[in-house]
């Protein structure tokens, strides 16, 4: 080591010139013009020369792949009875609304037992029977979180069910 020569202290965050030497104590300036003194084995010498003989390997990098059980769609359950595929004019009103409870009932337990995350029940806008009912069954739940698409849920017509 010599006067002049750009150092780095070991234990600290610190970086300066040499500016005098005396036996092992070595004075340093640093940045901002401060002196300190330090041992000769606290410090190193910066010699971004060393790594000129070494070459660097530039890896390609990759985009982190996105996981399946979050890249997927929800599943999507509509309960207009015109789906269902049974006569609607022979059935009346309460009936519909027993048969479309049944089915949003066993497509909640199809969920669980499949470990879905995700559900979009479609109930429509109407005169509000339907979603009602929907909402009853889903409070009535537990281990799931419900939320309407919208943010005023007379103007949405489907709710996004998750399963905890």
């Not at 010599?2 to 500016?19: A, E, F, P, R, W």
């Not at 990098?61 to 015109?82: G, N, T, Y």
């Not at 409870?101 to 470990?115: A, V």
Request: aromatic fraction near 8%; proline fraction near 2%; include cysteine.
């Amino acid at each position: 080591m010599k006067i002049g020569d750009q150092i780095s202290v070991l234990d600290d965050n610190m970086k300066g010139k040499i500016t005098a030497l005396n036996g092992k104590k070595i004075t340093v300036e640093d940045e901002h013009g401060f002196s300190h003194i330090f041992n000769e084995n606290e410090i190193v010498l910066q010699n971004p020369e060393i790594y000129n003989q070494i070459k660097t390997v530039q890896k390609e990098e990759f985009s982190k792949p996105k996981s399946k059980k979050h890249a997927k769609q929800p599943l999507v359950l509509d309960l207009h009875f015109e789906n269902f595929g049974k006569n609607s004019g022979k059935i009346d009103a309460f009936e519909r609304l027993f048969l479309q409870k049944e089915k949003l009932l066993k497509t909640l337990d199809f969920c669980r037992e499949n470990n879905l995350k995700r559900l979009e029940i479609i109930h429509g806008i109407g005169d509000g029977v339907l979603q009602q009912m929907v909402h009853d069954v889903l409070e009535s739940q537990t281990n799931l979180e419900f939320h309407n698409k919208e943010i005023l849920h007379h103007q949405s017509g489907t709710v996004l069910v998750y399963f905890c």
